[in-house]
């Protein structure tokens, strides 16, 4: 009598553990903001297929984002209030489940903002307007052609 043997391999998959958010200020603009993170350190035993971001402000989801590229690892928001607390959300996929989300609070900024308009009157000095930032570049207009002054 011919005896058939089997061998069976099992792989148990689990929840993925949570993306790590590396969001700078300098990511945070005065009405945008770009999330941007890291893959988890646990797959869960299955490669990460996918993300999903979601944007708070205060208990309303503004945005809900699917990345199903798993090497994309940054996403761009704008038409955000300035001076507002977003709560940022962002969950890894494995080909089973979602993880659990890390969740960071980023509130856009106005400092150092340039799009916003100033009034110069008091800054005003013999034909002289004194603006003040953290960072700049300087540039000046000669017929057509804009030349860099430098930047700090």
């Known amino acids: 009598?011919?005896?058939?043997?089997?061998?069976?391999?099992?792989?148990?998959?689990?929840?993925?553990g949570s993306p790590v958010i590396i969001s700078s200020v300098a990511d945070v603009q005065a009405t945008s903001l770009t999330v941007k993170w890291t893959a988890p350190t646990d797959d869960g035993g299955s490669s990460i297929t996918a993300y999903r971001v979601v944007i708070l402000k205060g208990s309303t989801e503004i945005k809900n984002a699917n990345i199903t590229d798993p090497g994309t690892t940054s996403l761009t928001v704008g038409d955000l209030e300035r001076d507002t607390e977003y709560k940022v959300k962002v969950f890894a996929r494995n080909v089973v489940f979602e993880g659990a989300a890390v969740q960071k609070a980023i509130t856009p900024k106005t400092k150092g903002d340039m799009s916003r308009s100033y009034q110069a009157k008091d800054n005003l000095i013999q034909c002289h307007v004194i603006l003040c930032w953290d960072y700049y570049i300087a540039e000046n207009r000669h017929k057509n052609s804009w030349n860099s002054l430098g930047n700090r």
């Open 1 to 16: 009598m011919k005896r058939n043997s089997f061998v069976y391999f099992f792989s148990f998959i689990e929840q993925p």
